[in-house]
């Protein structure tokens, strides 16, 4: 594959494959390649000056492949190394290179989806202590209410393929509790991690029916297609070609085995040696 002029999708990872499975299916004409530094993941409980790092050399070996536009789908990632990256790394190394993440176009719709203006954000250790969704949420939307909940158990769950095994209902009930218990006028809760949409059938089965339960993938699609339209000069950057290439930095057998549970169909993925050259 060439893989020249295609949009970057980064995750820590599995959990960006529901990313960007939405946003391959809202936008079906553009090269992909997907990486997931599977070999240093998880994310979650690393401090801010390590996920800074490790979010800087995947979005720079995307750039060496000729992405001129990355995402970060990854909620960690964008919490705690998107904005040091955009304001300190992009302006003085690569001028013409953009890098996007999935918090923003999360806190610019969540309030559309609440009626009591208090919502429930749940995400791993890193997220939650970054208070990144309360500060967005709070630039667009400064009357709601936000209130949130950390899952350190739900992303092992979901990697190690038991999200639908019945041990998991009880971490499911767990968080949803604790999380229900700091207001009992939560309308919307925002699952602020891209592994979470896999636990969507048992949460549903916890939560009451007058509870939104909301995914990032559509939200981030659509803002995605948004600001493609909104910048043209990107758009010609970018190859028509409808070819996805994935790439991980830990075993390829391994990540095409569980990957295939995320992004709903078979992946063929190559290895890459981040520590080459360091």
């Known amino acids: 594959m060439n893989d020249k002029n295609a949009i970057g999708v980064f995750d820590s990872g599995y959990g960006g494959l529901t990313v960007f499975k939405a946003i391959a299916e809202k936008l079906p004409e553009y090269n992909y390649i997907y990486f997931g530094d599977n070999a240093r993941s998880p994310y979650g409980d690393h401090s801010f000056e390590t996920v800074y790092h490790y979010t800087l050399d995947c979005v720079e070996w995307l750039f060496e492949q000729g992405c001129p536009l990355v995402i970060l789908a990854c909620n960690t990632a964008s919490a705690k190394a998107l904005r040091s990256i955009q304001q300190n790394v992009l302006p003085y190394n690569y001028p013409n290179r953009r890098v996007l ?9 969540v309030g559309q989806y609440t009626e009591t203006g208090k919502i429930g954000v749940m995400g791993t250790r890193g997220t939650v ?12 939307f400064p009357e709601i209410e936000v209130h949130q909940q950390s899952c350190p158990m739900w992303v092992p769950l979901v990697e190690n393929n038991e999200h639908l095994a019945p041990g998991a209902d009880y971490f499911v009930k767990k968080y949803i509790d604790q999380l229900l218990e700091k207001n009992d006028q939560i309308d919307c809760v925002l699952l602020a991690c891209t592994h979470y949409p896999l636990l969507i059938p048992k949460i549903n089965n916890v939560v009451p029916n007058s509870i939104r339960v909301l995914g990032q993938g559509e939200i981030v699609a659509d803002s995605l297609k948004d600001y493609l339209e909104r910048h043209p000069e990107m758009t010609r950057q970018l190859e028509l070609a409808s070819k996805k290439a994935f790439y991980t930095s830990g075993d390829p057998k391994t990540f095409d085995e569980h990957a295939s549970v995320f992004f ?6 190559m290895h890459v040696d981040l520590t080459k050259g360091k």
Do not use: H, Q, W
Request: charged fraction near 20%; aromatic fraction near 8%.
């Open 101 to 109: 993440g999935v918090i923003r176009p999360t806190a610019e719709v």
């Open 129 to 140: 202590n970054s208070e990144s969704y309360l500060m967005e949420i709070n630039k667009f």
């Open 264 to 269: 709903g169909a078979d992946i063929a993925s």
